[in-house]
């Protein structure tokens, strides 16, 4: 029985809030015994969110990297290169249970989440704006999972654990 | 010196109004002399805009497919077999030297419009929603064109070239 | 109905002496009425493919470019950009009707072989080396057509066309 | 400091004498405290070496898998899915240190070590014949480590790193 794998996505940008929100989000992660999934690069909610999980004994966290150049973040366990550039993004989603975007800053994470629907993951959305809850109901209908804290997003994945939907 | 390639998207609903826009849009780039470039399978806008296109002598149609078995559009000249499943949804957009999305219906429109802007692409949106215009404004910033039919959609493409924009 | 597409593969080194096999197979293929398909890029085979092609009024030459970054063949007609990099020498066997291979001087021609077997596409090699015959004998057993010259390698795909395994 | 990665592959064909190499090979990388990566699919030398390195407590294995749809091998630890098909090949060989191949009985086997060779990394083959060992001596000009056992496979891999050549 694999443990269940949850893909972690957002900015690129190391001076955006959800920086914290994914350190958070890391840790929380790895406390439940989870792996923590990323696109693994050097920056922004990539290498926070890999950093929060290693503060915990035993966790793993694995970066699907764009590039065989691609700066890897220094606490990533195993760095899968992928030298797909942005298709890239289709297997961070692929190889995730849930994926959770802590926030939708730009087309990056734009791309995530709806590649991630597109191949019939859950999706947890933390702290979407107004338009992107609008948008999303639009092309998704109801499909986004939202909460607003680190904390929500955990309670956000037990439940979809626990509901059987795990896939 | 190639001929510019149209990429144009959309949803594969065969009853959307967009079948119709795909339709009209693949005929007037054909007569500009213009390649057009789709998803190629056989359903909804990826059909039409094939079909629209051969109404004109001497047209080239390109299908990027998603997989080995997927149904090829009739009126697709050259097939282009990827095996990438969604992944084929970046590949789609590199090749395209602007991006036309005739409305956006579904997760996996709104993963070529942001690949495509994630990729540096110009995109026109034909008939977006509010809701889609909002979104969009809020992680792309004005990089989309939005256009209400596929005429405006040919002017806005030879603006894009007139402007020297073509990449 | 479909023109046949012909994938073209072999080195990228400007001095084999494949380069003159590719320049005269290009020619041949075009003159048959077929697609010229290689890897695109401005160097050795894949520059002389679709040089021999386009001396053929009406003929059209596609290629499958590793990345956004790649120097485009001047002969190509229309480039399909993967970001794949070398994962894009699958979509090259995949797209093709029949793969050929213009000696097999490295690795990447040797990739391409492999997964176009892989793939079950028919694959004919001009001039392999006794060596490559007893390897690919032993792996593929008697999969590949072996040729000397070009106008060989069109008598063999006439006979693979001819013989209904077109796929 | 991420641990060394060792991509293992070769047939999935469960009754070849490579089943039993690779899972001997797999015990003695996760006794040295290497990741085992492979094609994670349950057949052959892929569940062979997961279940060999999942004899060692602590050890860590990683599958590429090809599709969405693929079984995976029971001792894989985390399933990395690609839904890119045989492509997948190229990403076991860029995430991996050094590849090693439990012999070379079909295409995959042979595309994988030839994608290997072009991505620039080290490439082990257990047990090579005569017909394979002289092919890749003229397309890859020594750069192959031939040895006859996983053990001699593992001294191979100490030299390796010994030497610096870790990339």
């Not at 994945?157 to 939907?165: K, P, Q, Y």
């Amino acid at each position: 029985m694999r443990k269940p794998v949850i893909g972690v996505v957002g900015t690129s940008n190391d001076s955006s809030p959800a920086v914290d929100v994914a350190l958070k989000l890391g840790k929380l992660i790895a406390l439940e015994g989870w792996i923590v999934l990323s696109g693994g690069r050097d920056a922004g909610v990539m290498r926070a969110v890999s950093r929060g999980a290693k503060e915990v004994p035993g966790s793993l966290t694995i970066g699907i990297l764009p590039s065989q150049s691609s700066d890897v973040a220094p606490d990533i366990d195993v760095a899968i290169v992928t030298d797909l550039h942005n298709a890239r993004n289709n297997v961070i989603t692929l190889s995730s249970d849930v994926v959770i975007a802590c926030g939708i800053e730009g087309p990056g994470t734009t791309s995530e989440i709806a590649l991630a629907l597109k191949n019939n993951k859950r999706v947890i959305v933390i702290g979407a704006t107004e338009a992107a809850r609008t948008f999303f109901e639009e092309v998704a209908g109801g499909k986004l999972i939202h909460v607003k804290t680190p904390e929500e997003a955990i309670q956000a994945l037990l439940a979809v654990f626990t509901g059987g939907r795990r896939k």
